[in-house]
């Protein structure tokens, strides 16, 4: 990037607002390049959007950011009452969200999707004696949603994870990551992460995880398979979710340890315990379990629009990951897949390599290195006006 970046024409901090909220999947990346921003831009001034009702009230505050609250717009698939209150819930949501923009002095709009994009969106269109605001997307998902395809009509720059978001001219950059997770060495902190855990140095770790809350189906069959796997010399990190419980059989004297815990805090610290993952394929965990270069069993949620098994592809195609069908995920298949990789170090070691090629570590850093130059070259146009 251009070394102006760090010396605003005016002395004024770049102004960013960041449309996130909702989901982890929406909020974790925005709050990576936010991350990243404040790396490449010291006095940069962020501001990200969210509801009430969304992960984000947990999840800014406690990266450090300012956080400001309007209106959600959840964009209904099908003909409900939602969609007669949609018209009002918008035209509210725009006039809050024009209010921050003018309270922050907003120089560029950042956009991930989620409830409150499309608000962002239509806000930064500008409008009578309004400036227009200059956004760029980012796109997640395999399967681009609703609001990331009408914001992406008018944005400057749109940016994607994979090709074929079905957004046009997407630059396909990867998702964004948090910086522990992207300067991860899984080699270098293993013995640490397996010490976290109470995990033994020479045994064969199994990491399971189904997103924030869980995975039901995954607990069952990965629970019944417990035996199996001790059997085999595996031992088992499993976050099972706060909301769920898990059914355990007694270990046997000198069984592998099978580590069960409602929510992983340490992500980072799993990642490098772990020689092999069974996990969902949302965007995040895709991004973030190939960008360490962790071999995965993904299992793509079996409800919603197939992006989960999209996701997973490219990792899956160039050989660093299996997919198997929700319906698939028998206890007799964890115990065999779970076997038959983690007793193969040459097929594991492959299968690493894959995963990190084809992750992305450096995207939170692309999307806010486009995000500053925009708002840069936007206030340098504005001064020449002047």
Request: positive net charge; aromatic residues 4%; contains cysteine.
């Given at each position: 990037?251009?070394d102006?970046?760090?010396?605003?024409?005016?002395?004024a901090?770049?102004?960013?607002?960041?449309?996130?909220?909702?989901?982890?999947?929406?909020?974790?990346?925005?709050?990576?390049?936010?991350?990243?921003?404040?790396?490449?831009?010291?006095?940069?001034?962020?501001?990200?959007?969210?509801?009430?009702?969304?992960?984000?009230?947990?999840?800014?505050?406690?990266?450090?950011?300012?956080?400001?609250?309007?209106?959600?717009?959840?964009?209904?698939?099908?003909?409900?009452?939602?969609?007669?209150?949609?018209?009002?819930?918008?035209?509210?949501?725009?006039?809050?969200?024009?209010h921050?923009?003018?309270?922050?002095?907003?120089?560029?709009?950042?956009?991930?999707?989620?409830?409150?994009?499309?608000?962002?969106?239509?806000?930064?269109?500008?409008?009578?004696?309004?400036?227009?605001?200059?956004?760029?997307?980012?796109?997640?998902?395999?399967?681009?949603?609703?609001?990331?395809?009408?914001?992406?009509?008018?944005?400057?720059?749109?940016?994607?994870?994979?090709?074929?978001?079905?957004?046009?001219?997407?630059?396909?950059?990867?998702?964004?990551?948090r910086?522990?997770?992207?300067?991860?060495?899984?080699a270098?902190?293993?013995?640490?992460?397996?010490?976290?855990?109470?995990?033994?140095?020479?045994?064969?770790?199994?990491?399971?995880?189904?997103?924030?809350?869980?995975?039901?189906?995954?607990?069952?069959?990965?629970?019944?398979?417990?035996?199996?796997?001790?059997?085999?010399?595996?031992?088992?990190?499993?976050?099972?979710?706060?909301?769920?419980?898990?059914?355990?059989?007694?270990?046997?004297?000198?069984?592998?340890?099978?580590?069960?815990?409602?929510?992983?805090?340490?992500?980072?610290?799993?990642?490098?315990?772990?020689?092999l993952?069974?996990?969902?394929?949302?965007?995040?965990?895709?991004?973030?379990?190939?960008?360490?270069?962790?071999?995965?069993?993904?299992?793509?949620?079996?409800?919603?629009?197939?992006e989960?098994?999209?996701?997973?592809?490219?990792?899956?195609?160039a050989?660093?990951?299996?997919?198997?069908?929700?319906?698939?995920?028998?206890?007799r298949?964890?115990?065999?897949?779970?076997?038959?990789?983690?007793?193969?170090?040459?097929?594991?070691s492959a299968?690493?390599?894959?995963?990190?090629?084809?992750?992305?570590?450096?995207?939170?850093?692309?999307?806010?290195?486009?995000?500053?130059?925009?708002?840069?070259?936007?206030?340098?146009?504005?001064g020449?006006?002047?």
């Amino acid at each position: 990037m251009n070394d102006s970046v760090n010396r605003p024409a005016d002395g004024a901090p770049i102004s960013v607002v960041l449309a996130g909220g909702g989901t982890a999947g929406h909020v974790e990346p925005a709050m990576a390049v936010a991350d990243a921003l404040t790396a490449l831009h010291p006095d940069v001034r962020i501001t990200a959007l969210g509801t009430a009702r969304g992960l984000e009230t947990r999840l800014v505050p406690e990266r450090g950011y300012h956080l400001e609250l309007i209106t959600p717009v959840p964009l209904p698939r099908k003909p409900t009452g939602d969609l007669v209150r949609l018209p009002g819930r918008v035209r509210r949501a725009v006039r809050q969200t024009r209010h921050v923009f003018d309270d922050v002095a907003v120089d560029v709009v950042i956009g991930f999707g989620g409830y409150v994009a499309l608000p962002a969106y239509l806000a930064a269109r500008g409008g009578v004696r309004r400036r227009r605001v200059p956004v760029v997307i980012h796109e997640a998902n395999a399967t681009a949603g609703i609001a990331n395809k009408v914001g992406a009509r008018s944005a400057q720059r749109v940016l994607s994870a994979v090709p074929g978001s079905g957004l046009k001219d997407a630059e396909v950059i990867g998702v964004p990551v948090r910086a522990a997770i992207t300067a991860l060495d899984r080699a270098a902190q293993r013995a640490e992460a397996r010490a976290a855990f109470g995990l033994p140095d020479d045994t064969p770790v199994l990491l399971v995880f189904g997103g924030s809350q869980g995975a039901a189906s995954i607990n069952r069959a990965v629970s019944a398979a417990a035996g199996e796997l001790a059997r085999s010399g595996v031992a088992v990190l499993h976050a099972y979710g706060a909301k769920n419980t898990l059914d355990l059989r007694t270990p046997e004297p000198g069984d592998p340890p099978y580590v069960a815990v409602p929510y992983l805090n340490r992500m980072d610290l799993a990642y490098a315990a772990a020689d092999l993952a069974i996990c969902r394929s949302g965007a995040m965990t895709v991004a973030e379990v190939s960008a360490v270069g962790l071999p995965a069993v993904y299992v793509p949620l079996p409800i919603g629009n197939g992006e989960q098994r999209l996701n997973a592809l490219p990792v899956v195609n160039a050989g660093g990951g299996l997919l198997v069908d929700d319906a698939d995920l028998t206890p007799r298949f964890v115990a065999e897949v779970a076997d038959a990789l983690l007793t193969d170090p040459p097929r594991l070691s492959a299968m690493t390599s894959a995963a990190a090629q084809v992750g992305h570590r450096d995207a939170a850093e692309r999307v806010a290195a486009v995000a500053l130059d925009i708002a840069l070259s936007g206030r340098a146009a504005r001064g020449r006006r002047r």
